[in-house]
């Protein structure tokens, strides 16, 4: 009689948590809290016994003495034993012999919720004290005033949001540190972390989802982690906590739903960096897997295949994402999740994207306790070549494009990406972008964002700016030739054409991006395994400035004849510019931050960085631009593009001789052993 009055108390506070901020309780109300019931601990990730389909702690014991998992293990070991010697992480910093406050960035928030985690893993395996110690020790800082008297970034807090990523990033780990190490903790212990989450995570979230904050409804990366980050600590506290039913489902219908942004061939909403947080989709999936929340595996869902698919394609050797858009362009790719998505559907081409990776990851994003869950041993990898194609191009989204001599993970000698439109979030004003790899080394680039978070103005910046890409700019203004206005434009493909032994060629139509009555086309031919050539091509309604940059990973100062070239470790780039349909002025350059757009958004001027850039600058009505691309080991004897005849530029590389040609129709990239490309230059295919 006492316990079915305690369960009538806990689903009337439920009942009311749930009234009190907007969620609403499944109508099945006996199937949805099933897992709220007592558990047998640790039960998420990792179950205290074996259960079918689940990883048990006795088979997480037994897969960390060999292979790959056992390294992963030792390294895990090392790094906790090593925080055993240092304090506890906290935002405090000493200024001019004072302790002040400083911000709660991603990364300073990254090494407590991995701190936590890793110690809390080594805890619950080893079951030695000491690592319990001291991931208690880093909980219990987080809800210290003295310690961590807030948890939102502060550029968050000036504009006036509650709860933000930080809490779903802390939130998470502590509840399933929480889950893990509940047989070692105190009762009162248990008791201090519970009302530690209230007072510094469930009631900012409270408050953010009753103001319907952006993470409350919005499909951005700030819904995965903190709607999403929330719904794992309810699945985690389950009935220990009276909220978490209400936690759960804010979160379950959201979700599911969000991978509703996954394009029809797995392309991501934001930029390909940002896709990265698509790993907090895949840690949400396989909490659902193991809290029982939901019925069947979450992960038969052929989208999140997918996606990894369009993100392996956009990996490039020796491991770097393709830089379009926020934040850096140089981006090693997030591939421990691609782990746990194998090992759930015994994908051996995600195993062997992981495995050659992994090492890669920013230390911020890598967390080896949940690598260590993720990963299964059990699954052979298998390498992409030969099943993958070389080169694709994707629909929407950004509309992204890649090609690749072949799929080594570490150096190919050359690889191409582009594409024809913009990211609905963290995208630059970059419509047309293309960038070449070679060797492995970034030589014709794209700059990311700068170093650091800008203010409200950022389109100012000239990161986001088109004369911050490798395009046309057409007449002038703040914003390269576009205004803010038409930020929401998007060119489109032409037509593509893809060959595995040949290579790739596309071409895109750029016009809508500049406005009416204007005809603005890009064409692209990768030629394997090295040269790219590409044919811009302006016709504009008025005599006005036109110009076309490219963005060099070195200093390149073209000569009269639009001829340049440098070395980048192993990498050699042989370039040319020719305008073809009258004459043109070269420049070389490199950017600068000038006020008021040098500024981090809490004031902090940005180190200048002086990216280089070179330049073919018009004042016409007309512009078409051919430029040529031959990528050499930086070993080889040095070889230019020499012009034959009129229109027609050969160059010769380690395969032989390759010939250009262009005419009014057609553009021809003429290779050795019979590769040749002929590309319609008029028709609208």
């Known amino acids: 009689m006492k316990l079915a009055i305690q369960k009538v108390v806990f689903s009337l506070i439920v009942l009311s948590a749930a009234i009190s901020y907007g969620a609403e309780l499944s109508e099945d109300a006996d199937n949805t809290t099933e897992w709220l019931q007592d558990r047998t601990r640790p039960s998420m990730f990792v179950t ?8 048990s702690l006795s088979d997480l014991r037994k897969g960390i003495q060999s292979g790959h998992a056992k390294q992963l293990w030792e390294e895990l070991h090392a ?21 002040v406050l400083g911000n709660r960035s991603y990364t300073v928030v990254a090494r407590a919720a ?35 008297p807030e948890w939102s970034d502060q550029a968050h807090l000036n504009k006036g949001l509650n709860a933000d990523l930080r809490h779903g990033q802390l939130v998470m780990p502590v509840a399933l540190a929480y889950d893990w190490l509940y047989t070692q903790l105190t009762p009162e212990q248990r008791k201090n972390i519970i009302e ?4 510094y995570a469930i009631k900012p979230y409270k408050a953010g989802f009753e103001a319907k904050e952006q993470w409350s409804r919005r499909r951005s990366n700030w819904m995965t982690v903190v709607l999403g980050g929330f719904g794992i600590a309810g699945m985690a506290l389950g009935g220990d906590h009276p909220e978490s039913e209400v936690l759960v489902n804010n979160s379950l219908d959201q979700m599911l739903a969000y991978l ?47 996606f990894y698919r369009w993100y392996m394609q956009m990996t490039f050797p020796p491991g770097r994402v393709a830089g379009f858009g926020d934040p850096g362009a140089d981006m090693p790719p997030v591939v421990v999740p691609a782990a746990a998505v194998a090992g759930a559907t015994q994908d051996p081409l995600l195993q062997w994207f992981y495995e050659q990776y992994n090492h890669k990851m920013l230390a911020s994003h890598r967390n080896r306790s949940l690598e260590l869950l993720y990963y299964d041993a059990s699954l052979k990898a298998q390498s992409p070549q030969g099943i993958l194609p070389l080169a694709k191009a994707y629909q ?15 150096s190919t000698p050359s690889v191409v990406y582009g594409k024809a439109g913009r990211e609905a979030f963290h995208g630059h004003a970059d419509w047309g972008q293309l960038c070449l790899d070679g060797y492995g080394e970034r030589l014709v680039v794209d700059l990311g964002s700068p170093p650091g978070y800008p203010n409200g103005n950022y389109q100012f910046y000239y990161n986001y700016q088109q004369f911050g890409h490798n395009i046309f700019v057409i007449g002038e203004n703040d914003t390269g030739g576009v205004s803010v206005k038409a930020k929401g434009h998007n060119g489109k493909f032409k037509w593509t054409k893809f060959d595995e032994e040949r290579g790739a060629a596309w071409a895109i139509d750029l016009s809508g991006v500049y406005g009416e009555n204007t005809d603005v086309t890009r064409t692209v031919v990768h030629l394997l395994p090295r040269v790219a050539v590409v044919l811009d091509q302006a016709v504009v309604p008025e005599q006005q400035p036109i110009s076309l940059r490219w963005h060099l990973a070195k200093e390149s100062v073209p000569d009269a004849s639009g001829t340049f070239g440098f070395v980048a470790g192993r990498a050699r780039l042989a370039g040319k510019m020719v305008r073809l349909d009258g004459e043109g002025r ?17 004031g902090t001027v940005f180190k200048q960085r002086h990216e280089p850039y070179i330049e073919l600058k018009v004042e016409d009505n007309t512009c078409t631009v051919l430029s040529l691309f031959a990528v050499q080991e930086s070993a080889t004897e040095e070889a230019t593009w020499e012009n034959i005849s009129d229109k027609a530029w050969v160059i010769n590389t380690t395969e032989g001789r390759v010939e250009v040609q262009v005419t009014q129709t057609m553009l021809k990239v003429e290779g050795p052993q019979g590769k040749v490309w002929k590309v319609p230059l008029s028709s609208r295919e």
Do not use: C
């Open 396 to 410: 929407n989204q950004g509309k992204l494009v890649s090609s690749r001599s072949s799929w080594d993970p570490v």
């Open 48 to 55: 205290a016994t074996p259960q079918e389909g689940l990883r």
């Open 260 to 306: 509703d942004i996954i394009g029809p061939d797995g392309e991501f909403n934001e930029s390909v960096q940002y896709a990265g947080s698509m790993s907090y989709v895949i840690r949400y999936l396989l909490a659902l897997k193991y809290s029982g929340v939901k019925e069947g595996n979450p992960f038969d869902d052929e989208r999140i295949t997918k």
């Open 586 to 602: 070269f420049i070389a350059s490199n950017h600068a931050y000038e006020e008021p757009y040098n500024k981090h958004r809490l």
């Open 196 to 199: 530690g989450l209230d007072r």
């Open 79 to 99: 790094q906790v034993d090593e925080y055993l010697t240092q304090p506890v992480v906290t935002p405090m910093q000493l200024k001019e012999g004072k302790r």
């Open 114 to 148: 991995n701190r936590i985690l890793d110690m809390a893993m080594v805890g619950m395996v080893t079951e030695e004290q000491r690592y319990v110690d001291s991931a208690l020790a880093q909980i219990m800082a987080l809800f210290d005033e003295e310690q961590w």
